[in-house]
Every structure is written in C-alpha cells, then in structure tokens.
C-alpha cells in the first residue's frame, strides 16, 4: 500500500510560480510510475504530468508543455511539479498518483494510489 501527499500549494498571481511536492511511503519508490492530475471546481480531473520510475521519461499534456516541470528525487521518496507562468485557469486541486509500471499513463484509471490533493489557485 501506498501512501500519498501533497504539498505546495496556495494562492498567488497571474504570473507566478509554485512547486509542488508529492511525498511517497509504503513502496518501492522507484518502481512506481509517477503523475500529476488536476480538478477544477465543475469539471473533470485531467492529466498534467507523468514521470517513469527512474525519471528519465516524462510526458505532458498540452496545457502544461513549456510551463511546467515533472521530476522526482528516488531518494526522497518525493515527486515534483514546478509550475511557471502561472494562469487563473491553472487554478484547481491538483493530485499525485501513483503506479506499478514500467509505463507512466496519462489516463487517471491507469493509478493505483492518489493523494488527498493541494489546492493551488491563481489570480488575475
């Protein structure tokens, strides 16, 4: 079993920046497929992110190409989103989630494990 939590988010301004956290326990760190995923209030979570076991490969969805960064420390336990140029419609409780793979999915039913979320929240 896999435990899950995020951390990093908050309020700021068109423009800004955070860093998200995802600290991990219960597993085999590097063995599990890493990703982001979002939730804005009326809408369904979508992909952001996702990040092999060993972080050599990642992949993005659109909205997040060229502003946003997935990494993760292996020996932390802990993945990352840094998320620049933020906009009001970033805004959104943002998820980590996890899986057994040798894959890193973009498909929210593809994870096993998910974390409470953080909420981030950007104003014009």
């Given at each position: 079993?896999?435990?899950?939590?995020e951390s990093g988010g908050g309020e700021v301004?068109?423009?800004?920046s955070l860093r998200l956290s995802?600290?991990?326990s219960g597993g085999t760190f590097s063995s599990y497929a890493?990703?982001?995923?979002?939730?804005a209030p009326g809408k369904e979570r979508e992909f952001v992110?996702?990040?092999s076991g060993?972080?050599?490969?990642?992949?993005?969805?659109?909205?997040?190409?060229?502003?946003?960064?997935?990494?993760r420390d292996n020996t932390k336990n802990t993945v990352y989103l840094q998320m620049?140029?933020?906009?009001?419609?970033?805004?959104?409780?943002?998820?980590?989630?996890a899986v057994?793979?040798?894959f890193y999915p973009s498909i929210s039913s593809s994870y096993d494990y998910w974390g409470p979320g953080t909420q981030v929240t950007v104003s014009s």
């Open positions: 079993q896999v435990q899950l939590v301004q068109a423009g800004d995802c600290a991990a890493m990703g982001w995923f979002r939730q992110a996702s990040i060993s972080g050599a490969r990642t992949y993005y969805a659109d909205s997040a190409k060229g502003r946003f960064t997935i990494s620049n140029s933020l906009k009001p419609e970033d805004t959104a409780v943002y998820y980590c989630a057994r793979s040798k």
